[in-house]
């Protein structure tokens, strides 16, 4: 009977199942341009790719945990990579996917919970937080292949710019999500390696580190270097900006009822 319920822990979710399912249709619409309905397509593949992203990177931290002690993990569904099972379903979904209407950032999500009373060992302790930021450098490398491996002949563009923009979504997770600001990824890659006072100082402000990164990309000054960094690292991916911009561009499709799409974006 243990056996039965470690295998219905871990099999995979029917709701992210129909995630994937969804996004692999809006690729294909995408790619052939079906019905002319674009920047919706565009809308449904990069939101259903990164909610999949969310859902390895939350699913990276738990098998990391599982591994290393916590045999709770399969208990809580964060095995099934369902992202109605997380603790914090709002923070580690739906505000990630607010952050990209809004302003086109990766901005990272909520963590699981994961029990780390079980759990042996500093290192053990770093990589499980360190897991799911290497999860978006993986996607990212996904992502920009097309670019760095010049294999973009026959890809069409809205397609080529929805990569693009995903691709950029994945970098800013992932760097955003290893600063060492408490209640990120970073913070709890290092928290291990601190004195226990320094940590009972910090652990009342960790809740409020995504909001505080939040509002420091809104200060021009840091919003412009970050982006700076973004575009340079992109750059070297062989991701250009303007791909990135006509991306996020057709993205916002709700904005053509106003007028106000880029006609350098245009793709057909």
Known sequence: MTTAAARRDRRISPV?????????????????????ATGLAVFLFVTGAWVVSLCLHEYA??????????????SKGYLTLNPLAYTHALLSVVLPVLFVVMGGIGLPGGAVYIERGRIRGRWRHSLISAAGPLTNVAFAIVC?????????????????YALAFLAMLQVTAAILNS??????DGYGV?????SHRIRRQVEPIAPFGLIAVFALLWVPGVNVAFFDAIDALLGGLGVDEAQRYCGYDLYRFWRAFFGEHNPGCAVG
């Open 179 to 184: 600063l060492p600001i408490p209640g990120l």
């Open 16 to 36: 992210f199942l129909g995630i994937a399912a969804l996004t692999a249709v809006a690729g294909w619409a995408v790619w052939t341009g079906f019905a002319g």
């Open 190 to 194: 290092v928290e291990p390696w601190l």
């Open 144 to 160: 920009t292949a097309p670019f760095w491996l010049d294999a973009l002949d026959g890809v069409p563009l809205a397609f080529r």
């Open 61 to 74: 931290h738990a098998r990391t945990a599982l591994h290393s002690g916590d045999l709770s993990i399969g």
